[in-house]
């Protein structure tokens, strides 16, 4: 498996039916009455017991998942190594999640208790597979929970090694399931009457049907989904800081990624200067064999979706854009490589805030410049999106900064920087771009119920 086989089969895996899914989901529920039981510094040792591993494993596991999506070996490493700082980060604040306790009058009082869900269906994307699953998996089981674990058909395999990590740390068995499969297999998740609540990292469209299909249970949803972010670049800012935050937020996991700030509004009086900058460094992006230690890019995820980014470049042409740069196919000089998924990192300007590219969400490689001349008027059209996940602003004026942060209409919002993903921070979106919290102390709150408990120390009064 730790080769490069570009537009080859790895391995073949049988997709989980009906059957599967209630055998991992009667796993999990056994499981789920140790756990929920052990202490929250009981859990917080196990969990830190597998954060331990994966971070003595990181060049394994980093490998694994770029033979499983097709990123940079570089950028891999970086995801593996938030993926153990999420689990470290909830084994600490395993042990001191706690209810409150209310003084009532005459002595009597109430209290609060923090408990668990139950069985928590996580269902991930094709981009971050290892780094979504830590992310769902660590708050869920910080709180006491069970998961069941759909990664995506395209990239199934490194979830299962996180799964192994689990049980090699300690947890119970079945805490940790992984079930393989598509629509059908996701569908049968969301219907389980034993599934408490689903998290979904995807599109909107999916987002949209699982919503559907846990109102039937009334069982509450995370749903992290699409975005179409802007990055806003003020004349003030610093030039190579922004150009190298523009990169940042448009072609990491070559452009795969729901947060990209892929609408980048620059302030007409620095469009020359900033847009021949970005064009000349993307130009120099090395793409090819995401295993080389100096590549930057590697192979989109697959043959069609390669399609539907070229198909996207072929539209903004023929409504008006201009191609600056990339876009076109890319074929390595390996031979191993020829039919790998690859293309250049694409640069589009003449852009205008009616054309498709600039509209939808692209996920690949393309970045549109569009030109402003105010702050008003920016601010305005950043926020005219069905979306609302992610922004970003570059200015030296800190002032406007938060002023303009505080305006726009997305969950994540950057100022001097873009697509960083701290462990500590809250991330979701606002609008289209779903609800819920990953990550931070906020999500705490989507993996856990509150129990009040009132306690009367005199004699009831009745009205009757």
């Not at 490998?63 to 700082?85: H, M, Y």
């Not at 009532?104 to 699953?133: D, K």
């Amino acid at each position: 498996l730790f080769q490069m086989c570009p537009g080859r089969v790895l391995c073949k895996l049988l997709c989980s039916g009906e059957k599967e899914v209630d055998l991992a989901v009667q796993s999990a529920k056994a499981a789920f009455q140790i756990w929920s039981q052990m202490s929250g510094m009981e859990r917080s040792r196990v969990m830190l017991e597998a954060a331990r591993i994966i971070r003595e494993q990181r060049e394994e596991i980093a490998t694994l998942e770029t033979v499983n999506n097709g990123k940079s070996i570089f950028e891999a490493r970086v995801d593996i190594d938030i993926s153990w700082q999420c689990l470290e980060y909830y084994a600490g604040l395993a042990g001191s999640l706690a209810g409150e306790h209310i003084q009532l009058p005459g002595g009597s009082f109430g209290y609060t208790r923090r408990e668990p869900l139950g069985v928590c269906v996580g269902i991930g994307a094709w981009n971050y597979p290892f780094q979504i699953a830590c992310w769902k998996s660590a708050p869920a089981l910080a709180c006491g929970n069970a998961m069941v674990f759909k990664p995506s058909p395209f990239t199934p395999v490194s979830v299962v090694r996180l799964a192994e990590i689990f049980t090699e740390a300690g947890v119970p068995k079945g805490l940790f399931n992984v079930v393989q499969g598509g629509a059908a297999t996701g569908q049968f998740l969301c219907h389980h009457p034993d599934v408490a609540k689903i998290s979904f990292t995807g599109s909107v469209p999916t987002g949209i049907k699982i919503m559907e299909m846990a109102s039937k249970g009334i069982k509450p949803v995370t749903l992290e989904l699409g975005g179409k972010s802007p990055l806003i670049i003020f004349s003030d800012c610093a030039l190579e800081n922004a150009v190298n935050g523009a990169l940042m937020a448009n072609f990491l996991t070559q452009g795969e990624v729901c947060c990209n700030g892929t609408r980048v509004f620059v302030e007409r009086k620095i469009l020359d200067v900033f847009t021949k900058e970005v064009v000349n460094r993307t130009q120099k992006i090395k793409v090819g064999d995401p295993l080389l230690e100096d590549t930057r890019m590697g192979a989109l995820i697959n043959r069609p979706h390669l399609d539907r980014v070229q198909g996207f470049i072929k539209q903004a042409k023929e409504q008006g854009a201009q191609v600056l740069c990339g876009g076109d196919l890319y074929v390595p000089d390996d031979p191993k490589l020829k039919n790998g998924y690859y293309m250049r990192p694409c640069v589009l300007g003449n852009c205008t805030d009616d054309m498709t590219c600039v509209k939808e969400e692209i996920f690949g490689p393309v970045m549109s410049i569009l030109p402003f001349d105010t702050e008003e008027e920016v601010v305005e059209r950043a926020n005219n999106t069905k979306f609302g996940l992610a922004g970003g602003v570059f200015t030296r004026d800190i002032q406007k900064a938060h002023r303009v942060v505080a305006a726009l209409k997305a969950g994540m919002c950057f100022i001097n920087n873009y697509n960083i993903s701290p462990v500590e921070l809250p991330f979701g979106g606002y609008k289209a771009s779903g609800f819920g919290r990953e990550n931070g102390r906020a999500a705490i709150e989507y993996y856990s119920q509150l129990k009040t408990v009132c306690v009367e120390m005199g004699d009831v009064e009745s009205v009757f």
